[in-house]
């Protein structure tokens, strides 16, 4: 007698399966509806998938086995949806992670990991001068490269709606340092996950800060809140030993696609 497992027709279900996502995991994972999918058929059949049930391909298997645990609890669909976009989020934190680490390697920079602090405690090793040439890494994925200077020239990451504290004082400092005009801008809003601290602070022209800025921000947050991912880097260009950068290129991919934006930040444009 044949197991469903055994079944002629469901042993070729299994290695198409398996191809299948082999191949997703090399392009970098499961989209969250192909996690729901997934999800149902591990719980209607998990003998359809590889038998190293959490980690095959890749580790992709643990949001599939979260969703299909969920399947078979009869939990409501908006919670199998939550679950599975938490999954698919931390999955790609490590992978950002691991691909800062690589390419901080490839040039030969110190890596130097710190966790951001919150109100009333606040990490000093990410509101003092920085070490130049140094990829400070966050527990969230998000890095932060300085430059010869101690500046940081770019700050990259996945982008979640996960609201960090803001630190209002060294908002007012980085402020001061443009002079009249200018505030302390977020490379990565705390709307994002972005840390409070100095590392994560710009001067910034209020004009832009407060409209275009705001503007492409709010634009991340919506295709996060419909299920995109996005990632993001922001480069501030200075000029000389200048502490206000002239410009702040952006680059930013939502499900994939590139787009580029520049706001000039000094008077006048």
Same mark, same amino acid.
């Given at each position: 007698?044949?197991?469903?497992?055994?079944?002629?027709?469901?042993?070729?279900?299994?290695?198409?399966?398996?191809?299948?996502?082999?191949?997703?995991?090399?392009?970098?994972?499961?989209?969250? $509806?192909?996690?729901?999918?997934?999800?149902?058929?591990?719980?209607?059949?998990?003998?359809?998938?590889?038998?190293?049930?959490?980690?095959?391909?890749?580790?992709? +298997?643990?949001?599939?086995?979260?969703? +299909?645990?969920?399947?078979?609890?009869?939990?409501?669909?908006?919670?199998?949806?939550?679950?599975?976009?938490?999954?698919?989020?931390?999955?790609?934190? $490590?992978?950002?992670?691991?691909?800062?680490?690589?390419?901080?390697?490839?040039?030969?920079?110190?890596?130097?990991?710190?966790?951001?602090?919150?109100?009333?405690?606040?990490?000093?090793?990410?509101?003092?001068?920085?070490?130049?040439? $140094?990829?400070?890494?966050?527990?969230?994925?998000?890095?932060?490269? #300085?430059?010869?200077?101690?500046?940081?020239?770019?700050?990259?990451?996945?982008?979640?709606?996960?609201?960090?504290?803001?630190?209002?004082?060294?908002?007012?400092?980085?402020?001061?340092?443009?002079?009249?005009?200018?505030?302390?801008?977020?490379?990565?809003? #705390?709307?994002? &996950?972005?840390? &409070?601290?100095?590392?994560?602070?710009? !001067?910034?022209?209020?004009?832009?800060?407060? +409209? @275009?800025?705001?503007?492409?921000?709010?634009?991340?947050?919506?295709?996060?809140?419909?299920?995109?991912?996005?990632?993001?880097?922001?480069?501030?260009?200075?000029?000389?030993?200048?502490?206000?950068? @002239?410009?702040? @290129?952006?680059?930013?991919?939502?499900? +994939?696609?590139?787009? #580029?934006? #520049?706001?000039?930040?000094? !008077?006048?444009?």
């Amino acid at each position: 007698m044949h197991s469903y497992g055994d079944i002629a027709p469901l042993e070729a279900v299994k290695v198409d399966i398996r191809n299948y996502l082999d191949a997703r995991s090399a392009a970098g994972g499961l989209s969250e $509806a192909e996690i729901i999918l997934f999800g149902v058929l591990y719980a209607a059949n998990e003998t359809l998938f590889p038998t190293n049930a959490v980690d095959f391909a890749g580790g992709i +298997g643990k949001g599939i086995k979260a969703a +299909g645990a969920l399947v078979v609890a009869g939990r409501g669909a908006d919670v199998l949806v939550a679950t599975t976009r938490a999954v698919n989020i931390e999955q790609a934190v $490590a992978r950002q992670v691991q691909a800062v680490e690589q390419a901080a390697k490839a040039r030969g920079l110190e890596v130097i990991r710190e966790v951001p602090g919150v109100k009333g405690a606040w990490n000093d090793g990410l509101n003092t001068s920085l070490k130049p040439g $140094a990829v400070y890494l966050l527990d969230n994925g998000h890095a932060y490269m #300085t430059d010869a200077l101690g500046r940081v020239s770019k700050a990259e990451g996945l982008l979640d709606v996960s609201k960090m504290d803001r630190n209002a004082y060294q908002q007012l400092m980085a402020g001061k340092v443009g002079g009249e005009g200018y505030e302390g801008g977020h490379l990565i809003a #705390t709307l994002f &996950g972005g840390a &409070g601290e100095k590392i994560n602070l710009i !001067p910034q022209l209020t004009s832009v800060n407060r +409209g @275009d800025f705001r503007m492409l921000e709010k634009e991340w947050a919506d295709a996060i809140r419909a299920g995109k991912e996005v990632k993001v880097e922001v480069s501030p260009i200075y000029v000389g030993s200048s502490k206000v950068p @002239d410009r702040i @290129d952006v680059t930013h991919w939502i499900a +994939g696609k590139r787009e #580029t934006s #520049t706001f000039l930040n000094k !008077p006048g444009g």
